[in-house]
């Protein structure tokens, strides 16, 4: 696999707010493709999933578990 060369451009945003407008996107994306497969998660319900998902994979669930995320 070849590493794709990126340009580090200043884009003038810092990067919390980039991982803030990631997670807002990754929660926002996640809900709307749930309903569409009809699920009636909320936007709401699916950031407590993505916080849940978070919290295990920086307390190593994969150890406790036997699998990995």
């Known amino acids: 696999?070849?590493?794709v060369k990126?340009?580090?451009?200043?884009?003038?945003i810092s990067l919390e707010r980039l991982a803030e407008l990631r997670r807002?996107?990754?929660i926002a994306s996640t809900g709307a493709s749930t309903r569409l497969a009809g699920s009636k998660l909320s936007d709401k319900e699916v950031e407590q999933v993505v916080n849940t998902v978070c919290f295990w994979a920086k307390v190593g669930i994969s150890?406790?578990?036997?699998?990995?995320l």
Do not use: H, P, V, Y
Not at 63 to 68: P, V
């Open 1 to 3: 696999m070849t590493k």
């Open 6 to 12: 990126r340009n580090k451009k200043q884009i003038g």
């Open 24 to 26: 807002a996107t990754l």
């Open 63 to 68: 150890n406790k578990a036997g699998f990995s």
